[in-house]
T-cell receptor, first 114, second 112 residues
Framework: GAGVSQTPSNKVTEKGKYVELRCDPI?????LYWYRQSLGQGPEFLIYFQGTGAADDSGLPNDRFFAVRPEGSVSTLKIQRTERGDSAVYLCASSLGQLNTEAFFGQGTRLTVV | GENVEQHPSTLSVQEGDSAVIKCTYS??????FPWYKQELGKRPQLIIDIRSNVGEKKDQRIAVTLNKTAKHFSLHITETQPEDSAVYFC???????????FGAGTRLTVKP
């Protein structure tokens, strides 16, 4: 596609439920990032993929959060037993994966846990 | 890991004035410093970036300066216009790692 696509754009879920957020990166981009952005804050790093492997998952807040990228393209961020504090905009970005190249962001998924 | 701090959190200027936003970083190995602009409800978009082998870069009304010794870099916007109003984020990353860590953002308001 022309840009990074994230689905759904909005997700409302009940506390304790499981959610999956999807990211379709720009074709050919080997690097993929997940960030979480709370209102009035900068994007908070969650995890970074280079190809299929998670090169850095140090930003995942706890073991309820998990992300996969099985074929090195689409990625899914999975959140188990959601809590109200998980409510935020989840941003995905991709880049060519070469050193120090621009990351392009998707529009984000606004997750609301009620 | 890398820690990026950004100041000020809010900035209000008159149209035509200059705006300066400053960031500091903690990892001396960081060597790539992009700046992103995020308009309300929209995705962050890159406006300018600088690599550690240069001290300054300019693109029309926007410039970025980098001081590696002091580990800080700044965004300068001259002749500000109302459409410059947005939240601006700085970020830092390093070779071999390529993950970016962001500052908390600066909400810039340009008053006509």
């Amino acid at each position: 596609g022309a840009g990074v696509s994230q689905t759904p754009s909005n997700k409302v879920t009940e506390k304790g439920k499981y959610v999956e957020l999807r990211c379709d990166p720009i074709s050919g981009h080997t690097a993929l990032y997940w960030y979480r952005q709370s209102l009035g804050q900068g994007p908070e790093f969650l995890i970074y993929f280079q190809g299929t492997g998670a090169a850095d998952d140090s930003g995942l807040p706890n073991d309820r959060f998990f992300a996969v990228r099985p074929e090195g393209s689409v990625s899914t961020l999975k959140i188990q037993r959601t809590e109200r504090g998980d409510s935020a905009v989840y941003l995905c970005a991709s880049s060519l994966g070469q050193l120090n190249t621009e990351a392009f962001f998707g529009q984000g998924t606004r997750l609301t846990v009620v | 890991g890398e820690n990026v701090e950004q100041h000020p959190s809010t900035l209000s200027v008159q149209e035509g004035d200059s705006a300066v936003i400053k960031c500091t970083y903690s990892d001396s190995a960081s060597n790539y410093f992009p700046w992103y602009k995020q308009e309300l409800g929209k995705r962050p978009q890159l406006i300018i970036d600088i690599r550690s082998n240069v001290g300054e870069k300019k693109d029309q009304r926007i410039a970025v300066t980098l001081n590696k010794t002091a580990k800080h870099f700044s965004l300068h916007i001259t002749e500000t216009q109302p459409e410059d109003s947005a939240v601006y984020f700085c970020a830092a990353s390093r070779s071999g790692n390529n993950d970016m860590r962001f500052g908390a953002g600066t909400r810039l308001t340009v008053k006509p």
